[in-house]
């Protein structure tokens, strides 16, 4: 790959990287659209009911749009496809916003279940070309970099998100639902900023398959690849234990609110927390997998993730409530979620990468991401649970599944430092 090449492609993919963070910085998952829809409902199985119809949508069905585009030389134009279907959506749910929809509740929940739905199945197709686009468009040795800087610019600009998020949902900002309808439109639009840069990608090409295999043979080949990879499979099995803690990922906001007595504005600090924990983390993990590899940036993500659940259980416990300073203590919660969302890339999907033979590549990037779709039921049960029992409860449950994650994140395969 030439050197102009290389900068054009680092240059746009970052630009992509950049904008879609910023846009889920807005409508964030933990963040701003638990807050909104519990404005429009008391039900806590709905908080959990979204992340789990997020989670399915953008997860399941990537292991069948990896089969469809193994026989394609060309991913890119299926992410501009699949960009184009869905992004759209979050534009017409926030002019319905400005139009008066919160007035009916029922109707502005099934909307924002069913816009969610397309935004995120139609980028699942072009999540598993993305990936692929990435691995080809990027040196292996380059690939790092590239995350790890476009995890620390898209917090540092999400750090004045958080702010305008702030903002709009203070006591100087725009009434409800106004204030919702500018944080789903400002979400539409870095969406669309990430989808014009993934425009001056040039994509090398790479062997494909000369005949796409059918369905049977493709689900046999799913099933041996999971039976014969023992390092992947193994990969896949920590991934699964550490995604528990989406039992409570979009309620913690919600005990803040709720329990600790914290104020609506604390959304958007927490939002910039969040943000600055992705960033300080990008840096951290960066560094850890060029120097010992990315084995090691999951290890360290899983420790960080323990402590989460155990600071709001403690609080649970003391039953605290109100005041700076508890706001103060509470904020680690959502810098930590925001460092381990950063590993996800450069601890797991690295891992993948480096694992899976290129002619192959969709099918694992495809069957890593479904099988995480075997979690997208816990943030309904997290809901359950907390409609029927408490956040100790919770907050307990996540912390052993998450210790135990971080006991068998030891026995991932090493993978050698970047030179």
Do not use: C
């Not at 701003?32 to 953008?58: C, E, M, N």
């Not at 790890?148 to 100087?172: H, K, M, T």
């Amino acid at each position: 790959m030439t050197g102009s090449l290389y900068r054009r492609n680092f240059l746009a993919l970052l630009g992509d990287y950049i904008g879609f963070g910023l846009a889920m910085t807005f409508v964030g998952f933990t963040t701003t659209v638990p807050a909104y829809i519990a404005r429009l409902t008391s039900s806590k199985v709905l908080v959990g009911l979204f992340t789990t119809v997020s989670d399915g949508a953008w997860l399941l069905p990537q292991i069948f749009f990896a089969n469809l585009l193994l026989d394609k030389p060309r991913k890119k134009p299926y992410i501009l496809l699949g960009g184009a279907i869905g992004r759209p959506l979050l534009f017409l749910y926030a002019a319905g916003l400005a139009l008066g929809l919160a007035r009916y509740p029922v109707l502005a929940l099934g909307l924002l279940f069913a816009v969610q739905a397309i935004f995120l199945g139609s980028d699942a197709m072009a999540a598993v070309a993305w990936f692929d686009l990435l691995a080809k468009a990027m040196p292996e040795e380059r690939r790092g970099r590239l995350i790890g800087v476009g995890q620390v610019l898209n917090g540092l600009l999400a750090v004045g998100a958080g702010a305008v998020i702030a903002r709009l949902l203070g006591e100087s900002g725009p009434p409800f639902p106004q204030n919702y309808a500018a944080i789903f439109a400002l979400g539409g639009f870095f969406l669309f900023f990430s989808l014009a840069s993934l425009l001056f990608v040039v994509e090398p090409e790479e062997p494909v398959v000369e005949k796409r295999p059918s369905w049977r043979s493709y689900f046999l080949h799913l099933f041996r690849t999971l039976a014969e990879d023992r390092l992947f499979r193994r990969v896949i099995v920590v991934r699964l234990l550490a995604g528990f803690d989406l039992l409570a990922s979009g309620f913690y906001i919600l005990f803040a609110t709720n329990e600790l007595g914290l104020p609506p504005s604390t959304v958007g600090v927490y939002a910039a927390v969040q943000t600055v924990g992705s960033i300080v983390a990008s840096i951290a993990f960066g560094a850890l997998s060029e120097k010992a590899g990315s084995h090691r940036v999951v290890q360290a993500a899983t420790a960080m993730g323990l402590a989460a659940p155990l600071i709001g259980l403690v609080l649970f416990l003391l039953g605290v409530r109100g005041g700076t300073v508890l706001a103060v203590v509470y904020a680690p919660v959502f810098f930590i979620v925001g460092a381990v969302g950063s590993a996800y890339m450069l601890g797991y999907v690295d891992l993948v990468l480096r694992l899976s033979p290129a002619i192959d590549r969709p099918t694992y990037v495809g069957l890593f991401n479904t099988a995480g779709g075997l979690l997208v039921g816990l943030p309904t049960l997290g809901g359950a649970i907390l409609q029927n029992t408490s956040y100790g409860v919770l907050f307990g449950v996540v912390a052993i599944a998450v210790g135990i994650s971080h006991i068998l994140s030891w026995s991932l395969p090493k993978t050698l430092p970047r030179t």
